[in-house]
């Protein structure tokens, strides 16, 4: 099993910037394709992000590319969500989320079996 916890969400205007975090504990992180996923207001989970172990393989929603970027680095469990030029729309609750089965990119949120509580971003215009 493996324990996210996410942190840097908050309230900002348009055209900010946020970080947000996700800290994994557990042995079985090792390997884990990362994803981030967010769930606007009265909406279903969306896929935004994702990374492959090495880093090497990366995808973004189509909607946030060329603004937001993912990272991760590994010897420190941590995988981090850099969001530029935010928008309202982007209004959500975001989430840390591990795929331990894949050594591929999904944005299914099926496909992953671990999933963090949840960052509140919260974008004014």
């Known amino acids: 099993q493996v324990q996210l916890v996410e942190s840097g969400g908050g309230l900002v205007q348009a055209g900010d910037s946020l970080r947000l975090s996700c800290a994994a504990s557990g042995r079985s992180f090792s390997g884990a394709v990362m994803g981030w996923f967010r769930q606007p207001p009265g909406e279903e989970r969306e896929f935004v992000a994702a990374?492959?172990?090495?880093?090497?393989?990366?995808n973004y929603a189509d909607s946030v590319k060329g603004r937001f970027t993912i990272s991760r680095i590994n010897a420190k469990n941590t995988v981090d969500l850099q969001m530029n030029d935010l928008q309202p729309q982007d209004t959500a609750v975001y989430y840390c989320a591990a795929d331990r089965q894949h050594t591929i990119v999904f944005t299914t949120a099926k496909a992953y079996d671990s999933w963090g509580q949840g960052t509140q971003v919260t974008v004014s215009s």
């Open positions: 990374i492959t172990w090495s880093g090497g393989i990366t």
